[in-house]
């Protein structure tokens, strides 16, 4: 259908008035809430996925890409509540006590977004607490942990110790990232995956929550 293949490349151009007025007329096309978002909006955050993945795209492409999907969403968020559609999972995502760097989590929160996850972001310096409280408040299945510092990258292992010893034990998966972590550190601490890029890191966060 043209209008979902004209919404799926306007957000791939960031150009958020052209998504905005192709999804209104979508909708005035009678086409689903559900279908809009999977077919348009979510098919263009997929491909500039991949593309940041292969390096073909950049974040500030990204940046724009996703704001132009938000506002797309802002257009179909009260039909797709009247339709039904269903979030995929829940996910708490921050970036850990002492840190304060979000570019690399807001564009995880964005690629989660992309993929139908809904985001908890608890924003910067979070403690170890506050991740597991957002976690029992909102049912989710996984904690996302961001920190781009060699020095604050150790909080890590304390989010998964509190875990490990709360009820949430077995029940919440816990992601790792961050210019610094690799996999051999997510090894060393116990979480349950490391992952490199945002574009892997939503893609991730929908097989864990969907399990
Ligand atoms: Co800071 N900083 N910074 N900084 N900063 C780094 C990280 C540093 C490497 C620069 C350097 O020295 N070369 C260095 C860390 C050294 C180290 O620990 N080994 C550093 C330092 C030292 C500091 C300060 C201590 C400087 C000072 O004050 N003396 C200070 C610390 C403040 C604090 O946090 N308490 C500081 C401050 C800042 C600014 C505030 C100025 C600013 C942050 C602004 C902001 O985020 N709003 C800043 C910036 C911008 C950087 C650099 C230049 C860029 C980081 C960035 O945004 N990259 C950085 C140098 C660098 O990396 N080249 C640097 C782009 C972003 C898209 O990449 O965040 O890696 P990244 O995210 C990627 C992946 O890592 C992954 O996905 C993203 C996209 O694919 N990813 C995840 C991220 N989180 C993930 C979570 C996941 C999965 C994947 O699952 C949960």
Request: charged content about 25%; some cysteine; aromatic content about 2%.
């Amino acid at each position: 259908m043209s209008i979902l293949n004209d919404i799926s490349s306007w957000l791939q151009q960031g150009r958020a008035p052209k998504v905005k007025a192709c999804v209104q007329q979508a909708l005035d096309e009678g086409i689903p809430a559900g279908e809009i978002l999977e077919k348009g909006l979510l098919d263009g955050m997929g491909i500039i996925g991949q593309k940041f993945r292969n390096n073909e795209v950049f974040v500030p492409e990204v940046l724009i890409a996703a704001r132009a999907m938000s506002k797309g969403v802002e257009v179909l968020r009260p039909h797709l509540v009247e339709d039904g559609v269903e979030e995929k999972g829940t996910v708490v995502l921050g970036t850990v006590k002492g840190d304060l760097h979000d570019i690399g989590k807001n564009l995880v929160r964005m690629m989660m977004e992309g993929k139908g996850l809904k985001v908890i972001d608890l924003g910067v310096d979070v403690p170890v607490e506050k991740f597991l409280d957002a976690a029992r408040e909102n049912d989710a299945k996984l904690i996302c942990c961001s920190a781009l510092l060699t020095t604050t990258m150790g909080e890590m292992r304390s989010v998964v110790e509190a875990v490990e010893a709360s009820e949430l034990k077995g029940k919440v998966s816990i992601m790792i990232g961050g210019a610094p972590v690799t996999q051999s550190f997510c090894d060393q601490i116990g979480a349950s995956r490391y992952t490199a890029d945002a574009a892997t890191a939503a893609e991730v966060a929908l097989e864990l929550c969907t399990a």
